[in-house]
């Protein structure tokens, strides 16, 4: 019993000190680790006392290459990353990690860390623990977790407020020309057609990093569908009907762009012949939109009631989605899902920032921006390219709209594919400015 307690031991500690060498290899590995070529994002995050930093985003958003971008802007000897995804962390405990950030990476550094960045944080047990006590000690701490087993609202639930979130999407238009390795320059006509031309690319392949640098698009766009469908979705959430999952997937993808209601959805559905609970279907609608793939804007009204309720309009993460389900040419439509996304990002610099759609009467605005107790902003889509192709009820719309918030003086915005001006109509101003100066926010120049 003595030899056998001897051995175990023994096993013990050399287990203990192959890991010891693992784990002092794979910071050395890091410390030397050349990024190759990364295309600098546009998020901007700022650190603030005895709080983390989460990045969130939907799969492939490019979250560890971003990880890797705000590194290589730092100290390389004051940062320690660990991605938990590698077999020999994920098996730690927040103590032992601890050690890490205490013993090993300054034996191996000569420094303390000053910085802690945690990818696919979730695979950690207890991660939340450790967090907390990592910024007790000030130390700046950046996670990030699969979309599939950590959801944004969880991190902020287990970090109880010792949290800031920001959201990481796939490139902006601005990041798309810098992977393509153009150079903004508006002096010449054939510069401003060259990005035009970029623009039609981009609406139709969409932003996802590894899809834009990489060959084979349609096959790697299809399997991160497939895997939002199958890991974000179904095995998240313990979806048990794969059939009806499935066909709400499709539609909502579709239907980007549109109206969607989940009393609507459940008359298709029994129209197929299809038998579900409603409060099933509820719960799935709610699920997809936990992936961050999807996203429903509410309508504007004083009432919360009428804000939470249905219809809502829904929005892709990137136009590129639609490729798999697109039976016509839908420009319009994805003009308009390329604008929500825009918007939708500046709330990482403008937090008090929300976006809506409103109805009053018969009039509709694609969106309207307010921030805080202000109404800062009306906005109309239209694929137009001069003004005779400009509808008159957008127009009527957003003057109609303007005398219920003339007090917070919104700016109006129709923007366009081609077509640029500013009109007085009745002493207002409407700004028409094309999508790709929008995208750029080069208005005015």
Same mark, same amino acid.
């Given at each position: 019993s003595l030899a056998?307690?001897?051995?175990?031991?023994?096993?013990?500690?050399?287990n203990t000190i192959m890991e010891e060498l693992l784990i002092r290899d794979y910071i050395d590995s890091f410390q030397r680790k050349e990024f190759g070529k990364i295309v600098k994002r546009e998020l901007e995050i700022k650190f603030v006392e005895?709080?983390?930093?989460?990045?969130?985003?939907?799969?492939?958003?490019?979250? /560890?290459?971003?990880?890797?971008?705000?590194?290589?802007? +730092?100290?390389?000897?004051?940062?320690l990353y660990l991605?938990?995804?590698e077999p020999f962390l994920s098996g730690l405990n927040p103590n032992e990690v601890l050690k890490i950030v205490y013993e090993i990476f300054p034996q191996v550094t000569g420094n303390l860390p000053l910085y802690v960045f945690l990818?696919? &944080?979730?695979?950690?047990?207890?991660?939340?623990? $450790?967090?907390?006590?990592?910024?007790?000690?000030?130390?700046?701490? &950046?996670i990030t977790g699969s979309?599939?087993?950590?959801?944004?609202? @969880?991190?902020? /639930?287990?970090?109880?407020?010792? /949290?800031?979130?920001?959201?990481?999407?796939?490139?902006s238009f601005r990041e798309f020309l810098k992977a393509k390795n153009f150079e903004i320059n508006l002096n010449s006509l054939e510069n401003i057609g060259k990005v035009k031309k970029f623009l039609e690319e981009y609406l139709d392949i969409g932003g996802f990093p590894e899809i834009v640098l990489k060959e084979e698009k349609e096959k790697i766009l299809k399997e991160y569908i497939d895997l939002a469908f199958f890991k974000d979705f179904v095995e998240r959430h313990n979806v048990k009907n794969i059939k009806?999952?499935?066909?709400?997937?499709?539609?909502?993808?579709?239907?980007?762009? /549109?109206?969607?209601?989940?009393?609507?959805?459940e008359k298709n559905l029994k129209s197929m012949g299809l038998t579900f609970n409603l409060l099933t279907l509820y719960k799935y609608v709610e699920s997809l939109e936990d992936t961050l793939f999807v996203f429903f804007v509410r309508k504007y009204s004083l009432r919360a009631r009428e804000r939470e309720g249905w219809p809502k309009k829904v929005y892709i993460c990137d136009v590129g989605l639609s490729r798999k389900t697109r039976y016509f040419e839908d420009i319009g439509k994805r003009m308009e899902n390329l604008v929500f996304l825009h918007l939708l990002r500046k709330i990482n610099e403008e937090p008090l920032r929300e976006?809506?759609?409103?109805?009053?009467?018969?009039?509709?605005?694609?969106? $309207?921006?307010? @921030?805080?107790?202000?109404?800062?902003? +009306?906005?109309? &889509?239209?694929?137009?390219?001069?003004?005779d192709e400009i509808e008159k009820r957008e127009i009527e719309s957003l003057l109609k709209a303007h005398e219920f918030f003339k007090k917070d003086r919104p700016e109006l915005l129709v923007i366009t594919w081609d077509y640029e001006d500013v009109i007085k109509?009745?002493?207002?101003?409407?700004?028409?400015?094309?999508?790709?100066?929008?995208?750029?926010d080069l208005e005015g120049k």
């Open positions: 056998i307690s001897k051995c175990l031991n023994f096993v013990f500690l050399m005895e709080k983390a930093i989460s990045i969130i985003g939907p799969r492939r958003a490019g979250k /560890t290459y971003y990880f890797f971008q705000k590194i290589s802007e +730092l100290q390389r000897n004051k940062v991605d938990f995804e990818d696919e &944080v979730q695979n950690l047990k207890d991660w939340e623990k $450790l967090v907390r006590s990592l910024i007790n000690r000030n130390i700046k701490v &950046v979309s599939s087993k950590l959801l944004g609202r @969880e991190i902020a /639930t287990h970090l109880r407020g010792r /949290t800031i979130s920001y959201l990481l999407l796939p490139f009806l999952a499935r066909i709400i997937f499709n539609h909502i993808v579709q239907n980007f762009s /549109t109206y969607f209601s989940v009393r609507s959805l976006i809506f759609y409103l109805k009053i009467d018969d009039k509709e605005i694609d969106f $309207l921006v307010k @921030e805080g107790s202000r109404i800062k902003q +009306l906005v109309q &889509v239209t694929y137009a390219s001069n003004k109509y009745d002493n207002l101003k409407i700004k028409f400015i094309p999508l790709w100066k929008w995208l750029l």
